[in-house]
């Protein structure tokens, strides 16, 4: 059978190559103009013909094997691009399933490198678009990342080796890399989200001050450099006790900055931790160690750009004087006696007699804000500090005009309900005088016939109580009731019910 089959494939390697050379041969007839069917006696030609006619072949052949190597060279990389996108297919699927193994974690470095090398190339962008999906949105986003059995020191390599491609001149490459820098740190933190020194889980604190601090150091100071702050941003907002591990990096930096843009977005980012109000409650320590010095840096930036202030834009010293502003409110709510007010006052009153604060309302009203902020006392400031809610004062001053108007609603009705009842009661006492007079006549022996008051009073008593709801015929003419009656008139629906059923009763 294997002789077989040997045949059977060198069969097909001798007509793949006689395919070959029948082309070949086809393109060098038509180069040379010769036809396979004619007589053509080649001694004829002399020497100079057969010359070009030799250079023409070695023309057209190495064309023909060039061409043949490129369909080859293409043919393998769309062979290799498959086998690729099969083998990445193959760690989804494992990444989806296994989240939980340590073995994760050694996926990491190559795909950043792969990811590295095929950003190279132009024809590997659908190769590039899965690695990257592969690690921001599958891998990067585990929730049950590995907890047990974990190699700690391999981790840490490979948390040092990714971090280094946070600095490459490629976005996306960087951009990945800080991605997965987050996840490490989220591993070896082992759900210790609040840590500073002491409770850090499996992270070792001085590898990350050393990886991330020299990160902010470069920043700041090489001009050249590709970091973004963004990456710094995302650390500090996630897991703010790190960021205040990198506080004193920040501080030594800050000044030192290449330019004022940088200064501005690493100062914004420092204060982001002050935004962060419950982290910030439960962990007061920080305050009573980082206040002065950051204080002291602020107005050391806004003095020295007081002095170059022609070459310092108005809004990173709006934006500055926005940090100084948060910083002094959290103090004075948490911390009033580290407010350094002498040396901020110092620097507020030479900020107000600069060009920049003549220049610009806004610099000039951040200055007077600071200012009003460092003369109100501690009392004071944290009464100020306290929202205010004049919703409910409003309710409380409208709920007495509302007892009032209940009030005086209700003796109104009082009043309706006893006119009503003096009515009633003068309306029967008519009836009462009417039917009394016939009665009187017969027992005189006088005739009985009534007079036409006294006919017409007893049937007007029973309509009445019917045609109750006009208040003129309850009461004949001769009684005063009719006024009571009309001064009883009821004026809401509720009270012509309440009257009705007390006539039909």
Request: aromatic share 4%; proline share 4%.
């Amino acid at each position: 059978e294997e002789e077989e089959e040997e045949e059977e494939g060198g069969e097909e390697e001798s007509s793949s190559e006689a395919g070959l050379d029948e082309e070949l041969r086809r393109q060098l007839q038509e180069t040379l103009g010769v036809d396979e069917d004619a007589d053509s006696n080649l001694s004829d030609w002399d020497d100079d013909r057969m010359m070009e006619a030799e250079e023409m072949l070695a023309a057209k052949v190495k064309e023909h094997r060039q061409s043949q190597l490129k369909k080859q060279k293409a043919e393998e990389r769309r062979e290799a691009m498959h086998f690729k996108l099969r083998v990445l297919d193959l760690l989804d699927l494992y990444a989806r399933r296994q989240s939980s193994n340590p073995l994760v974690l050694e996926l990491f470095v190559p795909l950043v490198n792969g990811l590295a090398l095929s950003r190279q190339s132009k024809d590997m962008a659908t190769l590039t678009e899965r690695i990257t999906g592969l690690l921001k949105n599958r891998l990067c986003t585990i929730k049950e990342y590995p907890r047990a059995n974990l190699d700690v020191d391999a981790a840490h390599v490979a948390f040092r080796k990714i971090h280094a491609w946070m600095e490459c001149n490629d976005d996306t490459v960087a951009e990945v890399a800080s991605h997965c820098s987050l996840f490490f740190v989220k591993v070896l933190l082992q759900g210790h989200t609040s840590a500073i020194t002491t409770d850090a889980g499996l992270l070792d604190v001085t590898v990350f001050k050393e990886l991330y601090g020299q990160s902010l150091t470069n920043f700041c100071i090489k001009k050249n450099s590709h970091l973004k702050h963004q990456y710094f941003a995302e650390l500090f907002k996630r897991y703010p006790g790190l960021g205040w591990l990198l506080m004193d990096t920040i501080l030594a930096v800050l000044p030192r900055c290449v330019n004022d843009y940088r200064q501005t977005v690493v100062l914004s980012v420092a204060m982001s931790l002050l935004q962060q109000r419950q982290w910030l409650e439960a962990h007061l320590e920080v305050l009573q160690t980082h206040a002065a010095p950051l204080q002291r840096v602020i107005a050391a930036i806004l003095l020295s750009a007081e002095g170059n202030e022609h070459t310092v834009k108005t809004k990173f010293l709006r934006d500055t004087l926005r940090g100084l502003l948060l910083l002094l409110r959290v103090l004075r709510q948490h911390r009033p006696q580290l407010v350094a007010r002498q040396e901020l006052g110092q620097a507020m009153d030479t900020m107000l007699q600069s060009t920049a604060a003549q220049r610009s309302a806004a610099v000039k009203s951040a200055c007077v804000e600071v200012q009003k902020l460092l003369q109100a006392g501690p009392a004071e400031a944290v009464n100020k500090d306290k929202p205010q809610k004049p919703q409910k004062k409003n309710k409380k001053e409208k709920q007495p005009e509302a007892d009032e108007k209940e009030a005086s609603a209700s003796e109104e009705e009082d009043k309706v309900e006893k006119d009503e009842e003096g009515a009633q009661a003068a309306v029967k006492q008519a009836n009462v005088q009417s039917t009394k007079k016939p009665g009187q006549g017969k027992k005189n022996g006088a005739p009985a016939a009534p007079s036409e008051p006294a006919i017409n009073g007893t049937p007007k008593a029973q309509p009445q109580k019917k045609q109750s709801k006009t208040p003129q015929q309850k009461t004949p003419k001769a009684t005063p009731a009719p006024a009571a009656s009309a001064a009883a008139t009821p004026k809401s629906g509720k009270r012509d019910k309440r009257k009705k059923t007390r006539d039909e009763e």
